[in-house]
């Protein structure tokens, strides 16, 4: 078997304990479901997942290790998730009072945008570069057991990120349309993409 059914059990528990630890993508996908909606909350978080499982290819490849080991491509990496998270921050506040069926974000601008926020995460990087290698076993082919954990941690994060986008969507959908809270709906969402803006920002090596 390519992977070790016991230690596959192990992994499993401890893959959704980090799942359902508020981080980077559970905040991005809560204020994209305040932002848009249930659909592209949803969205957003298998664009997150999608990036996750590629974190998890790279890794099985070494990729991660050269971009971890280079100071250069991780501040690169870095300062573009920066930028890109401070430009949703502005697309937030732009965004005025929804109408009718008039949506906020589509759904695949919403997969999109949380595959990059993902992939411009460097911590991200480091975090499957220090988690995944204590269940891989060397005898074994290296690559298929970094991309069945990858898909572990991407499936878990899907659900989790999900649900909670969808809780904040049932919510902010209902409201947006009153042109007072879709403003106050706006500068929510703005904040938490400039407070992941700054942590990223902040972000040391470690």
């Known amino acids: 078997m390519i992977v070790d059914p016991v230690v596959l059990l192990a992994f499993v528990p401890a893959a959704l304990a980090l799942n359902l630890t508020p981080g980077a993508d559970m905040m991005f996908c809560l204020g994209q479901g305040l932002r848009s909606g249930p659909g592209p909350a949803i969205s957003a978080s298998a664009g997150i997942s999608a990036g996750a499982f590629f974190h998890a290819l790279a890794a099985g490849l070494g990729l991660s290790a050269l971009v971890a080991a280079l100071p250069g491509a991780f501040d690169v990496i870095r300062w573009i998730g920066v930028g890109y998270l401070l430009w949703l921050a502005w697309q937030s506040l732009r965004q005025g009072p929804l109408r009718g069926d008039v949506r906020g974000v589509s759904v695949a601008r919403a997969f999109r945008e949380g595959l990059l926020v993902n992939l411009t995460n460097p911590k991200v990087i480091l975090f499957v570069l220090a988690f995944v290698p204590q269940f891989v076993d060397p005898a074994r082919a290296v ?18 990120n999900g649900l909670v986008g969808i809780f904040a969507g049932g919510l902010g959908r209902k409201l947006a349309r009153d042109a007072g809270f879709a403003t106050w709906l706006g500068r929510v969402s703005a904040a938490i993409f400039v407070a992941l803006a700054a942590r990223l920002a902040l972000l040391q090596r470690g």
């Open 143 to 160: 690559l298929p057991q970094f991309l069945i954990y990858g898909g572990v941690l991407a499936l878990g994060g899907f659900v989790i």
